[in-house]
């Protein structure tokens, strides 16, 4: 006999969907759709910033010496917008933490405007850090789309959103020019243009989420999980080795995205200030990380896919071989060659890509919908902060080396996620020996 869940905690409108297989198909599809939508101005606000933000802060400080600040702020700022985020999802869901996070980050990136306009250091950096929630956001938007997936979609549904944000990433930074005169003709400085970009996108990305995210499907996944744990008998003996699985791979693919995000935040950062002292301009600047986004997001959809199909771990190994890749052909790349600058770029967002998916797919296997989301949001405050660490010290090791030293260091911290992937296989065997 199949009981049910608490009618009190659920509305009487949503219900239905706790029980109906069919109707959560259709809520699967439909919010796949919205969070995709979503995605596509979230790709535009925050790719914008990160192709300016560094030349921006070079331009306002004067100096080389910090010109990794500003992708370590809003990093940094993301840290904290993920953990809130994360636990105001869980408590009220994803159309409300998700939709609350891009407004913060079009706020943020109005504040850069002013700041910029009125030549206020210190509003630029409050800014910063206030326009990474947008990028928290954009990333744990990708777990949105895996709440009512089984256990062969979720790489697939988290790749799907993380595909159609390449749209929005792509046009970003080759707007730069256009948005930089758009600036000018308003009197507003011309780096400060991609800003006003990031600001309308994430606006708009906020509010779709916020009108169109319902029924919730964290929500909906919450009520499906509390009644199929009411079904079960004598599960005790197997939750106790899921609690033990659960934190193992947690922490592997905690591990993963943090040493893919530090390779991929330092040598990104640098990239436009190295082609700046080598002559290039800001069209150039913005073809470069114009293909470095497309790789992060444009090969989701097959990356999710072989996720799926041939495993986590093989696609993580992956993700460490082509972030080596990257960091060697990044410097060794003459800095007078397109080519070479956007094939190092490329690689560098193909093996983010990898790294990223695969992990996912390792914190959602590994979580139950009643932690889910706080989980993603712990694990995002990490990421993050990893990402604030390789901007802030990316700054320092260029100005005080080279591009290359810092390039080589990437390819060295890559290879360690080959040693991370078989770590937890030789303790669960250690411990299958002991008993």
């Known amino acids: 006999?199949?009981?049910?869940?608490?009618?009190?905690?659920?509305?009487?409108?949503?219900?239905?969907?706790?029980?109906?297989?069919?109707?959560?198909?259709?809520?699967?599809?439909?919010?796949?759709?919205?969070?995709?939508?979503?995605?596509?101005?979230?790709?535009a606000g925050h790719a914008a910033g990160i192709t300016v933000g560094a030349l921006l802060a070079q331009d306002m400080l004067g100096t080389d010496n910090f010109t990794g600040i500003p992708t370590a702020l809003f990093t940094l700022g993301s840290a904290g917008a993920a953990l809130l985020v994360g636990r105001l999802s869980q408590r009220f869901g994803r159309s409300f933490g998700l939709g609350l996070g891009f407004l913060a980050g079009a706020l943020g990136?109005?504040?850069?405007?002013?700041?910029?306009?009125?030549?206020?250091?210190?509003?630029?950096?409050?800014?910063?850090?206030?326009?990474?929630?947008?990028?928290?956001?954009?990333?744990?938007?990708?777990?949105?789309?895996?709440?009512?997936?089984?256990?062969?979609?979720?790489?697939?549904?988290?790749?799907?959103?993380?595909?159609?944000?390449?749209?929005?990433?792509?046009?970003?930074?080759?707007?730069?020019?256009?948005?930089?005169?758009?600036?000018?003709?308003?009197g507003v400085p011309s780096l400060a243009g991609p800003f006003l970009l990031a600001a309308a996108a994430y606006a708009l990305s906020g509010m779709v989420l916020l009108v169109f995210l319902r029924p919730d499907p964290l929500l909906i996944a919450n009520a499906?999980?509390?009644?199929?744990?009411?079904?079960?008998?004598?599960?005790?003996?197997?939750?106790?080795?899921?609690?033990?699985?659960?934190?193992?791979?947690?922490?592997?693919?905690?591990t993963v995205m943090i040493l893919t995000q530090i390779v991929m935040v330092a040598i990104m950062t640098m990239t436009p200030v190295h082609m700046k002292h080598h002559g290039h301009g800001l069209s150039e600047v913005g073809l470069v990380i114009g293909f470095h986004i497309g790789a992060m997001y444009l090969p989701s959809l097959i990356t999710g896919v072989l996720v799926d199909k041939i495993g986590r771990t093989a696609m993580a190994i992956a993700?460490?071989?082509?972030?080596?890749?990257?960091?060697?052909v990044a410097a060794l790349a003459s800095a007078d060659s397109m080519v070479q600058l956007i094939l190092a770029l490329s690689l560098l967002g193909l093996g983010w890509n990898f790294g990223l998916i695969s992990g996912t797919a390792l914190i959602v296997d590994s979580t139950t919908p009643t932690n889910r989301a706080k989980?993603?949001?712990?694990?995002?405050?990490?990421?993050?902060?990893?990402?604030?660490?390789?901007?802030?010290?990316s700054g320092l090791v260029v100005a005080h080396s080279s591009y290359a030293t810092l390039s080589f260091a990437g390819s060295v911290i890559s290879l360690l996620l080959i040693p991370v992937m078989f770590w937890p296989n030789k303790q669960k065997s250690a411990k299958q020996a002991q008993l």
């Open 224 to 254: 499906i999980a509390e009644q199929r744990a009411r079904d079960r008998f004598d599960s005790s003996a197997n939750e106790a080795v899921d609690m033990e699985s659960g934190k193992r791979g947690v922490l592997i693919g905690a």
């Open 109 to 186: 990136a109005i504040g850069v405007v002013i700041a910029a306009i009125t030549g206020s250091i210190t509003l630029l950096l409050i800014s910063l850090l206030i326009y990474g929630a947008g990028s928290a956001t954009n990333l744990q938007a990708r777990y949105a789309g895996t709440d009512l997936a089984n256990a062969k979609q979720r790489a697939t549904a988290a790749s799907m959103a993380m595909m159609f944000t390449t749209f929005g990433a792509v046009a970003g930074p080759n707007l730069v020019n256009v948005t930089g005169k758009f600036a000018l003709s308003i």
């Open 1 to 43: 006999m199949t009981s049910r869940i608490d009618s009190n905690k659920l509305p009487d409108s949503l219900y239905s969907y706790v029980n109906s297989p069919e109707k959560q198909r259709k809520l699967y599809r439909r919010t796949l759709f919205t969070v995709i939508l979503s995605q596509i101005f979230g790709g």
């Open 319 to 328: 993700s460490g071989v082509t972030l080596l890749l990257a960091g060697i």
């Open 375 to 393: 989980v993603q949001g712990s694990v995002d405050v990490l990421i993050a902060l990893a990402g604030a660490s390789g901007g802030a010290l």
